[in-house]
């Protein structure tokens, strides 16, 4: 199947600081990327939708300009977590989309804590 | 009320069961149905991808969507313990639209 990585796999930085996470397709060209965030024992919640050459798209409640996303080739999009604060420690997870089939794949996700 | 419904379970089974996972949706538009499995502290992995009503096998797996009664299922024969982690179902419109996710259910089996 389809592979997506992530980097870092889990990150500890100070409160202030800008935290970046790379997610990739290894093997498969995706025009589309999301980012997740989830919570111990919880379901994915969504955090915004990453087009290949055009800026994110981000659901209600997102800040869009402490989560920047960048998605500047088909195979690589960067999640940066600017200003990070403790309430932004979370596991965030990536996912591709193997065009032009429907299926999406995700990364094996990054703990961030913020100290 | 929520566009996927799950119960979180947690579902307990011996080694040997077969397992019965189920969604409830109430999206008549969702045409594309997926069950991911999580391990703890790792991202999703899919396991299965049916597209509309019918039945769909791979191993000890198989996954099952009624539109009519907007019902899907998982089934795990001979489970085995490295079966235990979190399942989700995850349906989606169609037109590159975003997944939809239920709560996801906590499965244990134990030897």
């Known amino acids: 199947g389809a592979v997506v990585s992530q980097h870092p796999s889990r990150v500890i930085c100070k409160s202030g600081t800008s935290v970046k996470i790379e997610c990739r397709s290894l093997d498969f060209q995706a025009t589309t990327m999301f980012w997740y965030r989830q919570f111990p024992k919880k379901s994915l919640m969504l955090m915004a939708t990453?087009?290949?050459?055009?800026?994110?798209?981000?659901e209600q409640g997102v800040e869009k300009d402490k989560f920047l996303i960048n998605h500047a080739s088909l195979t690589l999009s960067t999640l940066t977590v600017t200003s990070a604060h403790p309430e932004d420690s979370s596991f965030y997870i990536c996912?591709?989309?193997?065009?032009?089939?429907?299926?999406?794949?995700f990364g094996p996700g990054t703990r961030l804590t913020v100290t | 009320q929520k566009e996927v419904e799950q119960d979180p379970g947690p579902l307990s089974v011996p080694e040997g069961a077969i397992v019965s996972l189920n969604c409830t949706y109430s999206n008549s538009a969702f045409q594309y149905f997926m069950w991911y499995r999580q391990y703890s502290r790792k991202g999703p992995e899919l396991l299965m991808y049916t597209y509309s009503s019918g039945n769909k096998e791979d191993g000890r797996f198989t996954a099952q969507v009624d539109k009519s009664s907007k019902y899907i299922s998982l089934f795990i024969r001979d489970s085995q313990p490295s079966d235990s982690a979190t399942y989700l179902c995850a349906m989606e419109a169609g037109g590159y639209n975003k997944l939809i996710f239920g709560a996801g259910t906590r499965l244990a089996v134990h030897p």
């Open positions: 990453s087009n290949e050459g055009s800026k994110a798209t981000y």
């Open positions: 996912s591709a989309r193997e065009t032009p089939v429907n299926e999406q794949y």
